[in-house]
C-alpha cells in the first residue's frame, strides 16, 4: 500500500469516530419521556382521561 491508501483508510476512520462524537452530541439534547411501566396506572390513567373526554363533550 502506498501513502496515498493509508493516508485515506486514516481520514475515514477519523470521518467515522468524529460523526460518532457528532451524534452523541446532537442525540444527548433529545428529552427521554418518563414512561410508567405500571400497566394498572396507565389503564387508570387512560379511563380518567377518556371520561374526562366525555364530560367535556357533554358540556358542550
Known amino acids: 500500500m502506498d501513502n496515498l491508501d493509508v493516508l485515506l ?3 475515514l476512520v477519523l470521518g467515522v469516530i ?3 462524537i457528532a451524534l452523541l452530541k446532537y442525540s444527548a439534547k433529545f ?3 418518563v414512561i ?3 400497566p ?3 389503564d387508570e ?3 380518567q382521561a377518556s371520561e ?3 364530560q367535556q363533550d357533554k358540556a358542550s
Request: no cysteine.
Open 52 to 54: 374526562q373526554q366525555k
Open 18 to 20: 468524529w460523526s460518532n
Open 45 to 47: 390513567a387512560h379511563q
Open 9 to 11: 483508510i486514516i481520514g
Open 36 to 38: 410508567n411501566k405500571d
Open 31 to 33: 428529552k427521554v419521556p
Open 40 to 42: 394498572l396506572k396507565l
